[in-house]
């Protein structure tokens, strides 16, 4: 049974820095793409990072220079580390983990991430 588990999530105030863990096991972790998504509410969900399995990395532009995805494949864990937060990165924050097809595609339950102002 596959399983992915963030970790991590928390109140914060704004300039401060939480870093996010993800756990995925039942699945063979060095062949997925692993993202993280955050939902503010009252919007849908949106991309935040991900990196592949070679390690190739792509971060949203609102975050990039502030946060970073990273991943340990001998863990199979993947990590988000925000810094300089801003209220507005305040949601719901998910992390994914799919094959490069999209044939496999599975949702973590998600961290709550608060910045206060």
């Known amino acids: 049974q596959v399983q992915v588990v963030e970790s991590g999530g928390g109140l914060v105030q704004a300039g401060g820095s939480l870093r996010l863990s993800c756990a995925a096991s039942?699945?063979?972790?060095?062949?997925?793409?692993m993202g993280w998504y955050r939902q503010a509410p009252g919007k849908e969900r949106e991309l935040v990072a991900f990196i592949t399995s070679d390690g190739g990395i792509y971060h949203e532009d609102s975050v990039k220079g502030r946060f970073t995805i990273s991943r340990d494949n001998a863990m199979s864990m993947t990590e988000l580390q925000m810094n300089s937060l801003f209220p507005e990165d305040t949601a719901v924050y998910y992390c994914?983990?799919?094959?490069?097809?999209?044939?496999?595609?599975?949702w973590g339950q998600g961290t709550q991430v608060t910045v206060s102002s």
């Open positions: 994914n983990a799919a094959l490069p097809d999209r044939s496999r595609n599975y």
């Open positions: 039942g699945l063979t972790f060095g062949s997925y793409i």
